[in-house]
């Protein structure tokens, strides 16, 4: 009998370049590819998750995809912990091959299955597919991570090659791959999810236009300037490789700075997986943050009265996307001028955000605050109106969300803005004193 091996398809989907899969198919024996709809994450989430939608629908792509090759994908609904030892004991699998996740819980999760796969003699093997560089790949001369980003780009870029951005030829060694019994794909209700689409998914594409012209165009949130390739990056339907290799192409450097950033804020996590709900420099956490509910709706809701932001949440509610300068002075806001705790923050977006990613999520979240690596000075507070006059001042992206700017129904700003800034330079001085 011939060795079957199974590949876990997790933040990774699709089936060209994808380094986890191609080294299951060089390993020796036939491949059996899984996906895994893993009920512990999808419990914790409201019925019409767009997200679960977005990877249903790709999960049903991605079959379609290894049909063409005569294999079918097997689905499942259930707990991996679970699910893993028990398909490795029904079809007597050698070795497991799937790659690598940094965050915190799915770290702790890999390593209760290799500890089951261990009993049963059955090999759990992982590979780098979601970055470029993990772990200490990029580190500083002494071994130890880096806490600022500019010289980690620096490093970043020095320690960058072709063998990095080579694709994988999975194709190459397709023949490899199982071709086994079907089993049938779950229906979306099955799962427990709505396959109503409410918010609009980017396609895969890169838009080299776009990207050629970034720079220029980045901040100005009225304008088709930023790739929205984020959410692809994040469920990995389309390669970091490819990518970059298209970015160098293009000669666009600060697209490629934005990219690097994924990567130090993934090493970040990795290192420091308590930076997920605390702040990165500990002294930050002795902030006495306010809590107003009223305020914290407001914020959340798009009616603070201070148009630039109301603008940014209200395209988050919407879409599942905010633009990224908008998402720094929204952010800014609710932590400077609210006084309310980053984590608040945090967690909306992630409850919101189609590409939300729990690296960048937390790290640009610590870096409004100024608790974060790399974090802006705590006394650097955006000035939401002067924002607005820098980077909309004709107001086109405000009058696209806010309709009712300019009228009588438009509410008052719920907060003071010297007011605001004078409240929270005392009280991060009297926390850092301290």
């Not at 198919?25 to 996906?35: C, N, R, S, T, Y």
């Not at 772990?135 to 980690?152: I, L, N």
């Not at 979240?365 to 974060?372: F, I, K, L, M, V």
Request: net charge neutral; hydrophobic share 40%.
């Amino acid at each position: 009998m011939e060795q079957l091996a199974l590949f876990w398809h997790r933040r990774d989907l699709r089936i060209s370049d994808n380094a986890g899969l191609f080294k299951a198919l060089k390993h020796g024996g036939k491949v059996q590819p899984i996906f895994i709809f893993d009920t512990r994450i999808l419990n914790q989430l409201p019925k019409n998750d767009q997200r679960v939608l977005f990877i249903y629908r790709t999960i049903k792509e991605l079959n379609a995809s290894y049909k063409k090759l005569g294999v079918s994908l097997w689905v499942f609904h259930g707990d991996p912990i679970m699910l893993i030892p028990d398909l490795v004991k029904k079809h007597a699998i050698q070795t497991v091959f799937c790659n690598r996740d940094y965050e915190p819980n799915a770290i702790k999760r890999d390593k209760i299955i290799y500890e089951e796969l261990q009993k049963l003699n059955c090999g759990f093997s992982g590979s780098k597919d979601q970055v470029i560089f993990e772990k200490d790949e990029v580190v500083k001369p002494d071994g130890k991570p880096y806490h600022v980003f500019t010289p980690y780009m620096k490093r970043w870029k020095e320690n960058l090659s072709d063998f990095y951005l080579s694709s994988y030829p999975v194709e190459k060694y397709v023949s490899n791959l199982n071709k086994g019994i079907e089993i049938p794909i779950p229906g979306i209700a099955e799962l427990g999810f709505s396959e109503k689409q409410t918010q609009e998914f980017t396609a895969a594409e890169i838009p080299g236009e776009i990207i050629k012209n970034y720079h220029n165009t980045r901040d100005i949130p009225s304008i088709e300037g930023t790739s929205r390739l984020s959410i692809h990056l994040r469920f990995g339907t389309l390669s970091i490789r490819e990518l970059i290799r298209e970015v160098i192409t293009l000669n666009n450097e600060k697209f490629l700075n934005e990219l690097i950033w994924r990567d130090f804020y993934q090493m970040i996590l990795y290192w420091y997986p308590q930076s997920v709900d605390h702040a990165f420099r500990p002294e930050y956490d002795r902030i006495e943050w306010e809590f107003d509910e009223v305020q914290f709706q407001a914020w959340c809701n798009g009616l603070t009265g201070y148009p630039l932001v109301d603008a940014g949440m209200r395209e988050l509610n919407e879409t599942g996307h905010m633009h990224n300068r908008v998402r720094m002075v929204v952010a800014s806001f609710l932590c400077k001028h609210l006084l309310h705790d980053w984590r608040l923050g945090e967690r909306y977006f992630a409850e919101k955000l189609l590409d939300f990613e729990l690296a960048s999520n937390a790290g640009g979240w610590q870096w409004a605050a100024g608790s974060g690596v790399d974090a802006a000075p705590y006394f650097r507070i955006f000035n939401p109106t002067s924002q607005q006059e820098k980077f909309d001042p004709k107001f086109v992206y405000i009058k696209n969300w806010v309709p009712e700017f300019g009228t009588s129904s438009y509410p008052d700003p719920i907060v003071e803005h010297k007011w605001a800034r004078e409240r929270v330079l005392e009280r991060y001085k009297k926390a850092l004193k301290t």
